[in-house]
């Protein structure tokens, strides 16, 4: 999962180590300190999609 800020450059992924809770919480806590609006992206599967034809 990938959150990140509309407003600013704040951003979170659970590449860095965060669990997606752990992501989820800490955007909350932007929001509510900032009233900056995040939005969310699920990062795609591991395993990408390749259509070679
Ligand atoms: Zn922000």
């Known amino acids: 999962m990938y ?3 509309l407003e600013c ?3 979170i992924s659970t590449d ?6 752990e992501a989820s919480e800490t ?3 932007h929001f ?3 009233g ?3 939005e969310s992206l699920r990062l795609p ?4 999609l390749e259509s070679s034809g």
């Not at 860095?16 to 809770?21: D, F, V």
């Not at 599967?45 to 990408?48: D, G, I, Q, Y």
């Open 45 to 48: 599967p591991p395993v990408a």
């Open 16 to 21: 860095n180590g965060y669990t997606e809770q």
């Open 3 to 5: 959150i990140y800020c």
């Open 36 to 38: 900056h609006a995040v």
């Open 27 to 29: 955007a909350i806590e």
């Open 32 to 34: 509510v300190e900032t």
């Open 9 to 11: 450059g704040w951003k």
